[in-house]
């Protein structure tokens, strides 16, 4: 499966954007889908995931009660909604899919391309 996450730029510390990966290829409902963030100089980082039906999600603590994951099976989409944004989720933020929901980047088979979020203060 292709990916490829679009909708990062720039924002005010407390505004808010809406992330979207568009998948082609394979039955894209077959696997968990993932949103990871890579600030410069670090490693990628797990930000939130979903499983294939949308019914089991996680959030990384810094993330809990401000971003939200859903996934439209029948158009192939992710979607991250990010609210009361703050300087430190500035970062270029990637869409992943693996059959099971993973921790790391590399564990994930498809990995797409990012997209830049920055948030000023």
């Known amino acids: 499966v292709q990916l490829q996450a679009s909708g990062g730029g720039l924002v005010q510390a407390g505004g808010s954007l809406r992330l979207s990966c568009t998948a082609s290829?394979?039955?894209?409902?077959?696997?968990?889908m993932a949103w990871f963030r890579q600030a410069p100089g670090m490693e990628h980082d797990l930000v939130t995931s979903?499983?294939?039906?949308?019914?089991?999600?996680y959030y990384v603590d810094s993330v809990k009660g401000r971003f939200t994951i859903s996934r439209d099976n029948a158009k192939m989409m992710l979607y991250l909604q990010m609210d009361s944004l703050r300087p430190e989720d500035t970062a270029v933020y990637y869409c992943?899919?693996?059959?099971?929901?993973?921790?790391?980047?590399?564990?994930?088979?498809?990995r797409g391309q990012g997209t830049q979020v920055t948030v000023s203060s």
């Open positions: 992943a899919a693996d059959p099971q929901m993973r921790e790391t980047w590399r564990e994930y088979d498809f």
């Open positions: 979903i499983n294939w039906n949308g019914d089991t999600t």
């Open positions: 290829g394979r039955r894209f409902s077959r696997y968990a």
